[in-house]
């Protein structure tokens, strides 16, 4: 198949034994790959209502057809398991160059089961894979930890590890990669942790076959010669955030943060910034090298911070000192931690402190008042070694604030147990839709809602965009390709079919799209989740947002506005008014029986 690497490995942890199969053309066609691919293989291969942690919970990397190839940023590969952290459908992706690498050896996947006896990594190595002794890696960072392998094994070869905070069993660790990437959101880092395997290291010097070459070539040459640096990076959106009134505050007690400019892409491209880093076969550089020069953070090194990590770290905790963000997201890397869990935990514990819930006897003697950094960074390492109270919040903030308990649960923002990201839902109406209505949870790359609204505006017009921006999210994540590469339907349908040889259309892509989070949607319905689990957090739904152009707003302008979005979503979507989807929704994706539709195919 053109576009395709052609095999899929199996790697069963328990019996240390391993399988090449080929991919199924009908599979390659239903689901194109990494998130999609993920999801076929995850819904049929995991029993439900199993716990994460369980050997029979399979994880899934994979990358999809663009990425490897000659397309301007088609570089990333996709976690697929269920979530430690919410019990949900995960997938979670990252750049740089491990997807290429992986395709370049000659797979479109791996899929890992069982758990391993003692520590192990997994060496691959074009046709040649095999498990190889971790134990002088376990304890490591994930910066010791490739920087072992790349000295003992391969200096070429692209690293994804976990660190401590995975062996730990922190429900929201990360898989790292080239150090500072990583796949972060919602405890992927944790299950291989709980499986025992400490990293995956791939060298391959394959390349993937198109269909079109020449005529790839030149439109992906064009692509790269109008595409252009981006200055700031991601740390560039933030002040569009706070003018916006978007910006997570002091654990989303607002939207604006009065110290904004101290944190924000320009501040840090004066200080910070040495030089742009740019993923594999990527003209937009996004990501920043940064290095502290002085004061207590000296020497620390990172290429970050993201957007994201500056908000939750930032803003959500009151901080606004630059470079205490910078260490605070160098610790969770080399833990191996997510930084918006992280800073939605440590918002929640500042919380409780300052309102008396939480003592200096209850945070091991750390004054978790808002704004301060230095009890920031200490809690950092608490929640990445699980030490004190640190072990509390490693379980997320829903559990966290079920054990905490005092009423802390009106504070926990969260939905379905994952961390909120960095972008109010108080400040656009509908905007609680991509948390509520998430198949992961408190995500926001799984579709987008945007526009201001006036007083007393419904978000009901907002929803049918909503269902085509999540359409097109799973296609983008299925692909390979970076969201930062903004395409139009038709743009990302031509590619496909320079790459694959096929003549889809976009509406036809965008029902793979449909597709794709149906099953997820059907994954999550198998373990017993319904619309009652589709809802936001009192702090979103309850109290207005205090600052700003949306001041006085609150996420819906009432309840029943809500409930009326939910049901024309599950209207659009072909689901029941309980959000199961129907029978003849799953006929008319190809998806009624998936298991027994493809178990002909790998």
């Not at 046709?127 to 392998?149: F, K, V």
């Not at 949607?521 to 589709?534: L, M, P, Q």
Request: with cysteine; charged share 25%; proline share 5%.
């Amino acid at each position: 198949m053109f576009g395709y690497a052609g095999n899929i490995l199996f790697i069963n942890l328990s019996e240390r034994k391993m399988k090449t199969q080929k991919l199924g053309p009908r599979r390659a066609r239903s689901f194109l790959g990494g998130k999609g691919l993920g999801a076929s293989f995850l819904y049929e291969m995991t029993p439900s209502k199993i716990d994460p942690f369980s050997p029979e919970n399979v994880l899934i990397i994979a990358a999809g057809p663009l990425v490897g190839t000659s397309v301007p940023c088609g570089c990333r590969f996709v976690a697929v398991t269920k979530s430690p952290l919410t019990g949900l459908f995960l997938d979670t992706n990252c750049g740089g160059h491990f997807g290429p690498s992986l395709r370049f050896a000659g797979y479109d996947a791996l899929v890992i089961t069982g758990q391993a006896e003692k520590p192990c990594f997994l060496y691959i190595e074009d046709d040649d894979a095999e498990l190889r002794d971790a134990a002088h890696l376990w304890g490591r960072t994930t910066h010791e930890t490739e920087e072992i392998i790349h000295s003992e094994v391969n200096a070429d070869a692209s690293v994804v590890s976990v660190g401590p905070a995975a062996e730990r069993l922190v429900r929201f660790a990360c898989l790292t990669s080239e150090r500072y990437r990583n796949a972060g959101r919602g405890g992927a880092g944790t299950v291989l942790g709980s499986k025992k395997l400490k990293a995956i290291v791939v060298y391959g010097a394959n390349s993937i076959p198109v269909a079109e070459p020449e005529e790839l070539w030149k439109r992906a040459t064009e692509l790269y010669e109008h595409a252009s640096i981006d200055r700031l990076g991601t740390p560039g959106i933030l002040d569009i955030a706070q003018e916006t009134a978007s910006l997570p505050t002091r654990n989303y007690q607002a939207g604006v943060f009065e110290d904004a400019e101290k944190i924000d892409g320009e501040t840090m491209k004066k200080q910070l910034v040495v030089r742009d880093i740019a993923c594999f076969n990527c003209p937009k550089a996004c990501g920043k090298l940064v290095i502290v020069e002085s004061g207590p953070w000296k020497g620390t090194k990172l290429v970050g911070p993201e957007y994201e990590t500056l908000a939750l770290l930032g803003a959500n905790c009151g901080v606004n000192d630059l470079e205490a963000i910078v260490h605070a997201n160098l610790l969770c890397d080399q833990l191996g931690i997510d930084t918006v869990s992280t800073g939605g935990v440590t918002g929640f514990a500042m919380e409780c402190y300052e309102r008396g819930i939480l003592t200096k006897k209850d945070t091991d003697g750390l004054k978790l008042n808002f704004g301060n950094a230095e009890a920031m960074i200490e809690l950092v390492k608490k929640i990445g070694l699980r030490e004190g109270i640190g072990d509390v919040l490693a379980e997320g903030v829903k559990r966290a604030s079920e054990k905490i308990g005092r009423g802390s649960e009106r504070w926990a923002v969260h939905v379905k147990g994952a961390e909120l990201p960095g972008w109010e839902a108080r400040a656009v109406r509908g905007r609680g839709l991509m948390y509520a209505l998430n198949e992961c949870g408190g995500f926001h790359t799984k579709g987008w809602v945007s526009g201001s609204d006036p007083p007393g505006k419904s978000a009901l017009d907002k929803v049918e965009g909503f269902v085509n921006s999540q359409n097109k999210a799973a296609v983008l994540d299925s692909t390979g390709l970076c969201m930062f590469m903004e395409m139009k339907w038709k743009d990302l349908v031509h590619l496909l079919n320079l790459v694959t040889g096929w003549k889809l259309t976009p509406a036809g892509c965008s029902k793979i799209g449909e597709r794709i989070h149906t099953l997820a949607r059907a994954f999550n319905v198998r373990d017993g989740f319904s619309r009652k689990d589709d809802k936001l957090p009192p702090r979103l739904m309850n109290e207005p947002t205090p600052k700003g152009p949306p001041a006085g707003y609150k996420a819906f302008i009432s309840n029943e506005d809500f409930e009326k979005c939910i049901d024309k979503y599950y209207n659009l979507r072909g689901w029941d008014r309980n959000g199961k989807p129907t029978n003849e929704t799953l006929l008319r994706l190809n998806l009624r029986k998936p298991a027994e539709d493809l178990k002909n195919e790998t």
